[in-house]
């Protein structure tokens, strides 16, 4: 089945570095891929909609200048939280649809974010 | 957009009962429904799904309803056993353009011995 890789399981970063996470599609083809926030006890929130060789699309209330999204190929999508503060610790998990909408959706295995 | 409630947020059930958990959604268009499983720390896990062609749909101890013209739809769990707890959530997406699933708020699971 298709599989996506999410890397780092977990960071942890001081406040006004910057983290990435990389999301990558390892045998199928993500031309989409969603990136998705969860604060303790709570649902997953879309963020934004990353697609490949185009500009993310942010949910309302996102900061696009914060979320650095970036697909540069068809396997690989990014997320760069910049100037990360406290606040900014969660759980972040992407997701892709393989063979588009015949198909659900595949979830990477999270990145556990800590801000100190 | 896409609004997606689930209800109830907390739901208690002895051993071998049934559970019900309810989603209601917005976008007529959506046309895609999963249920996850998701344990603490880990990435949400699929346990069925529906799609708008069909009402009903039953795998084992897990049922998923849907009614279209009501937009809303329920996963019923039979026969519960203590590993059924968890926290679930229900999603809904389109198959076209954008394709984004939004999620319910969660039902967190117990199942009492």
């Known amino acids: 089945g298709a599989v996506v890789s999410q890397h780092p399981s977990r960071v942890i970063c001081k406040s006004g570095t910057s983290v990435k996470i990389e999301c990558r599609s390892l045998d199928f083809q993500a031309t989409t891929m969603f990136w998705y926030r969860q604060f303790p006890k709570q649902s997953l929130m879309l963020m934004a909609t990353s697609n490949e060789g185009s500009k993310a699309t942010y949910e309302q209330g996102v900061e696009k200048d914060k979320f650095l999204i970036n697909h540069a190929s068809l396997t690989l999508s990014t997320l760069t939280v910049t100037s990360a503060h406290p606040e900014d610790s969660s759980f972040y998990i992407c997701?892709?649809?393989?063979?588009?909408?015949?198909?659900?959706?595949?979830f990477g295995s999270g990145t556990r974010l800590t801000v100190v | 957009g896409e609004n997606v409630e689930q209800h109830p947020s907390t739901l208690s059930v002895q051993e071998g009962d049934s559970a019900v958990i309810k989603c209601t959604y917005s976008d007529s268009a959506s046309n895609y429904f999963p249920w996850y499983k998701q344990e603490l720390g880990k990435r949400p896990q699929l346990i069925i799904d529906?799609?708008?062609?069909?009402g009903e749909k039953k795998d084992q101890r897990i049922a998923v309803t849907l009614n279209k013209t009501a937009k809303h739809f329920s996963l019923h769990i039979t026969e519960t056993q203590p590993e059924d707890s968890a926290v679930y959530f229900c999603a809904a997406s389109r198959n076209q353009g954008a394709q984004k699933l939004v999620f319910g708020q969660g039902t967190r699971l117990t199942i009492n011995p």
């Open positions: 529906i799609r708008s062609n069909v």
């Open positions: 997701s892709a649809r393989e063979g588009g909408a015949v198909s659900g959706y595949t």
